[in-house]
Nanobody, 121 residues
């Protein structure tokens, strides 16, 4: 199981930005993994918001964050990032980093402990 540690959450005003980090020990040593970000807002189901394939770096985003959030990686540091711009109150929630074998982020692999993001109006 891959150990994942998220950081970078906090309180920000609407329209602001945050960058989340996910330290994923040795994840890029695997040939084909999918690295994702999920979030869970209070009273709502968990939502997959972005997914990156390690094989080609291709990234996909949920419509709710497309154009505002950008996922990137630093392979040498075994770290993935989620740059969140133009934040909205509805972006509030606990954000989780995930890793699983394969090309899709289904939430079926390893999860981090989560980091809280709160966007005030």
């Amino acid at each position: 199981e891959v150990q994942l540690v998220e950081s970078g959450g906090g309180l920000v005003q609407a329209g602001g930005s945050l960058r989340l980090s996910c330290a994923a020990a040795s994840v890029f040593t695997f040939d084909d993994v999918a690295i994702g970000w999920f979030r869970q807002a209070p009273g709502k189901e968990r939502e997959g918001i972005s997914c990156m394939r390690s094989t080609d770096g291709s990234t996909h985003y949920a419509d709710s964050v497309k154009g505002r959030f950008t996922m990137s990686s630093d392979n040498a540091k075994n770290t993935v990032y989620l740059q969140m711009n133009s934040l909205k109150p509805e972006d509030t929630g606990v954000y989780y980093c995930t890793v699983e074998f394969g090309s899709s982020c289904l939430g079926a692999g390893s999860w981090g402990q989560g980091t809280q993001v709160t966007v005030s109006s």
